[in-house]
């Protein structure tokens, strides 16, 4: 997979799924909707830098997955409640007519919730 300015574009029919959600996410404007709908249920945003613990890529060069974790910080503007977590997370990339596009991402909430 080649990098370059679309290494961190999305594939139009990109899967997400996150705890903040009821379920996956399908394709560029459902996420956007999504994402949209939780900044409106929060404030003080902060998003740690992704810690990859593993990255491999397809010999083929066609598909490659990471994982790791992150730390996600927000208080939630209806209770105001304070949430500090960390995330794990999984992504995975495809090779679309020559640039590198992101297929799918998860995130999911480490421990008890």
């Known amino acids: 997979m080649k990098g370059g300015s679309a290494v961190n574009s999305l594939a139009d029919d990109m899967y997400f799924f996150s705890g903040a959600l009821?379920?996956?996410m399908v394709g560029k404007a459902a996420?956007?909707?999504a994402a949209g709908r939780i900044a409106t249920e929060r404030e003080n945003e902060n998003y740690a830098p992704l810690k990859p613990d593993r990255i491999v890529a397809a010999p083929s060069g066609d598909m490659a997955y990471e994982y790791g974790t992150t730390n996600i910080r927000f208080d939630d503007r209806k209770s105001a409640r304070h949430f500090d977590f960390t995330a794990a997370y999984l992504r995975v990339?495809?090779?679309v007519d020559g640039s590198c596009k992101q297929a799918a991402e998860m995130f999911q909430p480490e421990g008890k919730r």
Do not use: Q, S, T, Y
């Open 22 to 24: 009821e379920r996956p």
């Open 31 to 33: 996420i956007d909707n």
């Open 93 to 95: 990339w495809k090779a």
